[in-house]
Each structure stands twice: as C-alpha cells, then as structure tokens.
C-alpha cells in the first residue's frame, strides 16, 4: 500500500515571509564633557590706577585751560550810541521820501537810551526836519519839499540817542539828490530838428564822492566802467556812504516835430538807456 503524500494546505497571506525595507540601527553616543569655565583674569589694580592718573590729568589740563585762556569780558562802553546811519532818498509826488536807518552800539544794560533824535537838514534851503523815535526803532521816513528841475539837493541825516544828563553824540550822513531838466525845449535849427529833449531817469540819488575816491580810481582806470549795475551799484571806490553811486548816468531822447522819438547819440549805444528808452515810449504812448 503506497502512502499518498499529504495534501499541501493553500498559504494564507498573513503567513507569508515579509523582508523588511529599511533596517534601523540604533547609536550610542558618549556625552561629551563641557570644559570648566574660564575664570576671569585677576583684575590688574596698576592698570587702572594709570587709567585714572591719566584721565585726572586730562581733566586737569581741560579746566586750566579753559581758566586761563578764557578771553576776558570786554569793557563795554557806559551809553549806546548811534552809528552807521544811512539815507535813501526818492521823489514822491513833489516831494522827497527820505528814509533814514541806523544802528546802535554796544553797552552795558543800563546804557540803552531813552530816545532817539533823528535831524534832516537839506542846502541851500536850510530846510531841517526833526523826528523823535523808540530805541527800538532803527528807521524813520521824514519828507523834504522835492527841488525845482535842473538842481541838486544836498543834505544830511544825523542821529543821536538821548540818554538822561548826558550830552547828544550825534552821527552824521552826507547825501545829495540830483534833479535835471526832464524836458527842454531844442532851438529850430532845421525843419526835421527835434522839438524836445527828454532827460531819464527824472531824478538820482548821488552819494558826494568823499575825499575824491571815484575821481582817483576813473583817472587810474580810464578804460573801465565803474559800473556794476548802471545807477543801482558801482565799484567800491565810486560808493559812497549810503551804500549809493557816487556817479550817475541820464539819457537823453529827442521828439520830432512829426512825433516821433529817439535816443540822442550819446544814448544809442548804451543797454540801460536802451531799457529806460523803451518804459518812456510806454508811458508816452499810454
């Protein structure tokens, strides 16, 4: 009798050999030992005491200083006084605004003055205005009858502050206003010759030229303009002391009996004649 082998029973799934993918293996690592802490270094006592010997010395030498080479407080003078006085002078209407400046010096707290006196005198009228003004105005604008066509106007301004008990100190400024003849009447040479000749700008304020500067520096320099801006600022040798010209400049421009107008031949080639010819065509034209 043969034996049948036995019969092989199906796998389940659950059964079946499972190969594992990924294979972990677990490492030990010593734990290191932290290093002893660095104590600090002993504190070095010589050091410091250099340190503070030297910044002591320091000081020392900054105070001493500053002690010694202080500049010592200047000696005010007792009162304030007037100075740098300046004029400006213009036509209004028919007559002459002149505006007076000036500055006060200076002094100790109990030197300020009370008021101040501003004096306009003009030649050869013997014209003399008078004005009083706080210390703490530093302007005043005082008028002055305009002079007639063709005539010059000196004056001067002067100011001085009023202390109690105290005499006036007065500060002085010379000015001069020239006024030409703005229109004047051509003698008939000629049929075409004009009938008028016209003189702009109508009226100048001219510094007088103290002790000849402007006159030395034109003979010097004959060749060069002591213009800067014509009638508005010249060099330095030709400004007198309002800040103004000590030279002026007029143009002269001619009317035809057709009515036309010109500029005179000493006013053709000049660029502020060329300007002050175009406003005048203006207003005559207006």
Request: proline share 13%; hydrophobic share 35%; net charge neutral.
């Amino acid at each position: 009798m043969i034996d049948e082998p036995p019969e092989e029973l199906p796998v389940q799934p659950e059964e079946l050999p499972v190969q594992p993918e990924v294979r972990v293996r677990s490492v030990r690592r010593r734990r290191s030992e932290l290093p002893p802490p660095v104590s600090p270094p002993p504190v070095n006592v010589r050091n410091w005491m250099i340190y503070a010997g030297l910044s002591i010395l320091v000081v020392a030498l900054m105070v001493d200083g500053k002690l010694r080479h202080r500049p010592p407080r200047a000696n005010l003078p007792s009162y304030s006084q007037a100075t740098e006085v300046r004029s400006s002078v213009a036509e209004v209407a028919d007559s002459l605004q002149v505006v007076v400046s000036w500055d006060l010096t200076l002094s100790g707290p109990a030197g300020r003055p009370d008021s101040m006196l501003i004096t306009v005198t003009a030649e050869p009228r013997a014209d003399s205005l008078h004005s009083f003004q706080s210390p703490n105005q530093l302007a005043d604008t005082l008028y002055l009858a305009a002079p007639a066509r063709g005539q010059t106007l000196r004056g001067q301004s002067c100011v001085a502050a009023e202390h109690p008990g105290q005499p006036l100190e007065a500060s002085c400024t010379p000015w001069q206003y020239v006024r030409p003849n703005v229109v004047a009447q051509a003698p008939p040479t000629h049929p075409g010759s004009p009938t008028k000749i016209v003189v702009q700008p109508p009226g100048l304020q001219v510094d007088p030229d103290l002790e000849g500067k402007c006159a030395a520096w034109q003979q010097k320099h004959p060749t060069s303009s002591v213009w800067v801006a014509v009638n508005r600022k010249a060099v330095p040798e030709c400004t007198g002391p309002n800040q103004k010209p000590t030279v002026a400049q007029f143009c002269a421009f001619l009317v035809l009996p057709d009515g036309r107008r010109l500029k005179a031949e000493n006013s053709a080639n000049s660029p502020y004649c060329d300007e002050l010819f175009v406003e005048w065509s203006r207003e005559r034209y207006s």
